[in-house]
């Protein structure tokens, strides 16, 4: 099984559409990630990422659900959250 985690985009590197890429932090945890499948996100927005790759661009409501699914079966911890 393959899982996306949320990240709120920190920072966004401007290219060619499929050089799109930018920072993402996942509970202060940095990552490059790349951008060019949601030209539409922006910095401070949350997006699922898998992989590296930015998949969809999700509201707050839906990144906070996820983060609190993630530590009712602590896996939080591998993001550096306690």
Not at 15 to 33: Q, W
Not at 37 to 66: I, T
């Amino acid at each position: 099984m393959c899982l996306a985690i949320p990240g709120r985009i920190a920072s966004v590197i401007e290219g060619p559409a499929l050089e799109r890429c930018g920072t993402v932090s996942f509970g202060g945890i940095v990552k490059d990630v790349n951008l060019a499948l949601v030209p539409e996100a922006g910095v401070g927005d949350y997006v699922l990422v898998h992989v590296g790759f930015a998949l969809s661009k999700v509201d707050d409501r839906e990144a906070d659900r996820v983060f609190e699914y993630l530590r009712q079966i602590g896996d939080l911890e591998e993001l550096g959250q306690p």
